[in-house]
């Protein structure tokens, strides 16, 4: 039985209890990769409910000098209250602290931490592609990152052993681990990610502005599986959409002019483009479910 | 123990035995609800096919002098080619042959019926809301309709003891049946069924129209539930969303207007309207799913 590299660290701090935060807490200490966890999320709840369900080992709304013996900090906190959160921590950082996180955005945090040269060496961005329409901590759940993929975004400064360590951090959790930078991570997220997420929301506004009341009773198990991303956390993804709008607008613009094409092909009847439009997407969906 | 009312139909005609045709077939007979199955396609090996897996009891691409024996003509063709179907059916049909349908979209086939005044007091539309990605005699499956709801569209002039029969006959294959006129049906279901299948399909093309090559493999469970739906088929789409375009394009057209706000709101880094917007779908998401 050959056993997993452990990246060797004593005491994992995580900033925020929420889906994530709480998820990576349960696995952490079920996989023993953390002699000691320390939560910290601002909302007191969140911190009560983490502690009842034995997520860390303390949990505190205020960042207090426990945070100096952390031998890795994660923030999982909504991404816009990174500048904030680093601003906060910084003071009660130990001197080898290493930094990451686990944001859906990675280029904003990365221009936010060229604001504390002392931790751009230390940092590595991080993004594990799991989640789900459920947030908080009572949602936290066990092997929630296994099989799935997470994309670490180095800066040109990280050290190569920073970003190994946490990578085999990651492996141990189970996840397939991807490396590429912040931009071309954010460029590739808005498209696969935030716009269908943008979509479904705006999907579900156009089903119910229309003329009939309480029509989506009638819908079937297609419309359910599609618009299930619209029942994710508004607050997380108002958030997401923001930080990436630099590149969830020229994503959703193009969308745009493609629904411009839809409306043409249906308004003139054109039985030919329509079909060749859904028989390409359906090409592409199903070279890759494969 | 109770049983269900049988319909009585002694012999059921199935014309196109594709996904629905074909499960229907395998339903019909499993539970006794009729004693012959006559099964018809105009591709001979989807008549092969349904032979071969027992589906029905005979199989014909031409519509021969069996069908005057029928009880009740069930169209699963796809809508567009219900005008071609009917013209041919018509010389072989009993004096008091039953004529109904399973297609997406009800007024097509109202109208095409008013050509065939014999037809018209013997005929009721149907729409199961049930079905799946795959297609073709091969992906037939039993309880295909179990606890899903299915509309009927009776006309003016159908006798409610004929909307009665094969309302019982698709209760008897366990569907939820609801009544309305051909036209509400077709305004609902632009909203909650062909817009969301229009979308699906538009996603995708923008997801692989990025700059990014095989941006695909990133992506997460979110985008493979949300996206399961333009994996249907594209001839089938292509033929309800131009039959139903009459109330497609309104749709389609909100929401271009819809993602028209949202680019303001990203543009402007409007927070507070986006989140309003995403808090209100998923409140009516969560609603509908309870």
């Known amino acids: 039985m050959t056993e997993s590299p452990n990246p060797g660290f004593q005491q994992i701090a995580i900033v925020g209890l929420g889906l994530i935060g709480g998820s990576l807490a349960l696995d952490l200490r079920r996989l023993h990769l953390a002699e000691h966890l320390l939560g910290y999320d601002q909302r007191p709840h969140h911190c009560e409910e983490a502690l009842h369900r034995n997520l860390v080992d303390s949990a505190s709304t205020n960042f207090d000098k426990k945070l100096r013996d952390a031998d890795l900090v994660i923030l999982a906190t909504p991404v816009s209250s990174f500048p904030q959160v680093l601003h906060s921590i910084r003071p009660q950082l130990g001197l ?96 696969v990610s935030h716009l269908p997420h943008l979509i479904a929301y705006a999907s579900i506004q156009a089903i119910i502005g229309s003329d009939q009341e309480e029509v989506l009773q009638f819908s079937g198990a297609g419309l359910k599986d599609f618009s299930r991303i619209a029942s994710s956390s508004p607050e997380m993804w108002t958030d997401i959409f923001l930080e990436n709008r630099e590149h969830m607008l020229p994503r959703l613009r193009h969308l745009k002019e493609l629904l411009g094409q839809l409306d043409d092909y249906l308004e003139n009847a054109n039985r030919e483009k329509l079909q060749q439009f859904m028989q390409q997407a359906k090409f592409a969906r199903d070279q890759w479910i494969g």
Chains 1, 2 share one sequence.
Do not use: C
């Open 96 to 191: 080898h602290t290493l930094l990451s996180d686990v944001g859906s955005v990675k280029s904003p945090l990365l221009s936010t931490i060229q604001d504390y040269p002392e931790l751009i060496p230390r940092f590595v961005g991080g993004h594990p592609i799991a989640g789900g329409e459920r947030f908080g901590p009572t949602s936290a759940r066990t092997h929630l990152f296994e099989g799935k993929r997470f994309i670490l975004t180095p800066t040109d400064a990280t050290p190569l052993e920073v970003t190994q360590r946490v990578q085999i951090l990651w492996e141990a959790l189970g996840s397939k681990v991807a490396v590429m930078n912040a931009a071309q991570h954010d460029q590739i997220f808005a498209a």
